[in-house]
Structure formats: structure tokens, C-alpha cells
């Protein structure tokens, strides 16, 4: 990704529609929900199908439709964030609070 992509996160009912057929998931359509797309990952995983390691690296062209906006073109991409507990997370000020508490 370069540095002036943005990425969003989409929601459960959010609409695709791939670009290309042969890039659709196993036993999916090129037109889906979010939602739906999660049994085509999950199949996926299962079979070993290869469409999955594409839609990992690179991501695959689509469109989509969010509700309230219009359709948009660009990549569908499957990635797994990290989301660290509060209390995990320092700051850059950590090291010197600790120096000053001496």
C-alpha cells in the first residue's frame, strides 16, 4: 500500500461486486454482502482454494456499495488487525514519566 491510500473497513451489510468472475470466492457469486462473504473465506480456508491467497496479497478489483453513498471502484483486500487492550498500549512519554518519578 502507498503512503496516500486510504483503506475503509466495510460493514456487514455493505454490497460487492467483483470485476472478475474467476477471482470469486467457492460456492459465492460476484455480487454479495459482506456477511455472505464470510462463508465464501471461511469455505476457502477449508478447501485450500487458491482465490484466497490473491484476495490476501494483492486484492481483487471490485465495486462497492455502502449505504448511503454510491458505487466505488476499487480492491477488496483480506487482512487481520491487531487491536491491543488500553491498558497494553505506551506511550512515548512512558520512559520519561519514569525518569522523573526517581
Keep these: 500500500m502507498t503512503q496516500n491510500q486510504h483503506i475503509e473497513p466495510l460493514n456487514r451489510d455493505?454490497?460487492?461486486k467483483l470485476k472478475n468472475e474467476k477471482q470469486k470466492l467457492p460456492n459465492s457469486h460476484t455480487l454479495f454482502t459482506v456477511k455472505d462473504c464470510t462463508y465464501g473465506?471461511?469455505?476457502s480456508l477449508q478447501t485450500g482454494?487458491?482465490?484466497?491467497e490473491e484476495w490476501s496479497k494483492n486484492g481483487v478489483e471490485a465495486e462497492v456499495?455502502?449505504?448511503g453513498k454510491h458505487w466505488r471502484k476499487g480492491?477488496?483486500?483480506l487482512?487481520?488487525?491487531f487491536i491491543p487492550d488500553e491498558s497494553e498500549i505506551e506511550s512515548p512519554l512512558?520512559?520519561?514519566r519514569q525518569k522523573t518519578n526517581l
Design 14 to 16: 455493505d454490497v460487492i
Design 41 to 43: 473465506i471461511t469455505n
Design 49 to 52: 482454494s487458491s482465490e484466497i
Design 65 to 67: 456499495l455502502v449505504v
Design 75 to 77: 480492491k477488496i483486500r
Design 79 to 81: 487482512s487481520i488487525e
Design 94 to 96: 512512558d520512559d520519561f
